[in-house]
């Protein structure tokens, strides 16, 4: 989640009201910063939470590992103040994904009993958490249904026309095989599924990976699986 409010939803003129205020109390937790450098997590799945992470600014990407050893990546999000580790701070939980910094980064160490403390002498801060945590299970959930109910065509068709409408928090990779692990695939049926839609004249490889050559024609496809 990001420590200022999202844009939208019921309470975002009252977040917007005690931004600052919610800002202070984070850092007021602070107990010190480190540096991670690129490929390093910051929190490692099934590990007890030790603290929750501020990442100001650098790219960190999201994985979850199943007993078979598969990987899926959820994707690589550019940071702005995102903070890391509150899921399994509220459910008292092990660390349920991989968090791993993406490039050499600093990140300011937010200490949990003075967050839980200052979080009961200020209630009204839970407003934030709440707001914050039901955005991104919306969002998630929607990834996680079109990932189990379509074709990884209709996927990747998807992925490639939500990037340019709107601002995702979530993007994709460079490397074929981390974006296969993106759609829960091999690379092997990533390319196969990429080359079928450059077959169909929907999409192309660009200087900065995929691009759409035809929006309307992609919508039409992707129409045909309603």
């Given at each position: 989640?990001?420590?200022?409010?999202?844009?939208?939803?019921?309470?975002?003129?009252?977040?917007?009201?005690?931004?600052?205020?919610?800002?202070?109390?984070?850092?007021?937790?602070?107990?010190?910063?480190?540096?991670?450098?690129?490929?390093?997590?910051?929190?490692?799945?099934?590990?007890?939470?030790?603290?929750?992470?501020?990442?100001?600014?650098?790219?960190?990407?999201?994985?979850?590992?199943?007993?078979?050893?598969?990987?899926?990546?959820?994707?690589?999000?550019?940071?702005?103040?995102?903070?890391?580790?509150?899921?399994?701070?509220?459910?008292?939980?092990?660390?349920?994904?991989?968090?791993?910094?993406?490039?050499?980064?600093?990140?300011?160490?937010?200490?949990?009993?003075?967050?839980?403390?200052?979080?009961?002498?200020?209630?009204?801060?839970?407003?934030?958490?709440?707001?914050?945590?039901?955005?991104?299970?919306?969002?998630?959930?929607?990834?996680?249904?079109?990932?189990?109910?379509?074709?990884?065509?209709?996927?990747?068709?998807?992925?490639?026309?939500?990037?340019?409408?709107?601002?995702?928090?979530?993007?994709?990779?460079?490397?074929?095989?981390?974006?296969?692990?993106?759609?829960?695939?091999?690379?092997?049926?990533?390319?196969?599924?990429?080359?079928?839609?450059?077959?169909?004249g929907l999409i192309k490889k660009g200087e900065q990976g995929l691009e759409i050559i035809d929006e309307a024609a992609l919508i039409t496809f992707l129409d045909t699986y309603e």
């Open positions: 989640m990001k420590i200022s409010p999202y844009p939208t939803g019921r309470f975002q003129r009252f977040l917007e009201q005690k931004s600052a205020e919610f800002r202070d109390l984070i850092f007021q937790c602070q107990i010190g910063s480190r540096y991670f450098d690129s490929g390093e997590a910051i929190l490692r799945q099934g590990e007890q939470l030790q603290y929750l992470y501020v990442v100001p600014v650098g790219r960190v990407s999201m994985s979850i590992i199943a007993a078979n050893g598969r990987r899926f990546q959820l994707g690589e999000a550019n940071c702005d103040y995102h903070l890391y580790g509150e899921m399994e701070y509220f459910t008292q939980t092990p660390c349920q994904w991989n968090v791993v910094a993406d490039e050499h980064m600093q990140v300011d160490i937010i200490c949990i009993q003075k967050l839980t403390e200052a979080l009961h002498q200020h209630p009204d801060m839970m407003f934030f958490f709440a707001s914050a945590l039901a955005e991104d299970y919306q969002d998630s959930m929607d990834i996680y249904t079109n990932r189990l109910l379509h074709p990884i065509t209709y996927n990747i068709a998807y992925d490639l026309l939500v990037q340019k409408q709107t601002n995702t928090l979530l993007g994709g990779f460079d490397k074929v095989n981390q974006e296969a692990e993106r759609f829960g695939t091999s690379g092997r049926v990533y390319r196969r599924a990429v080359k079928d839609l450059m077959d169909k």
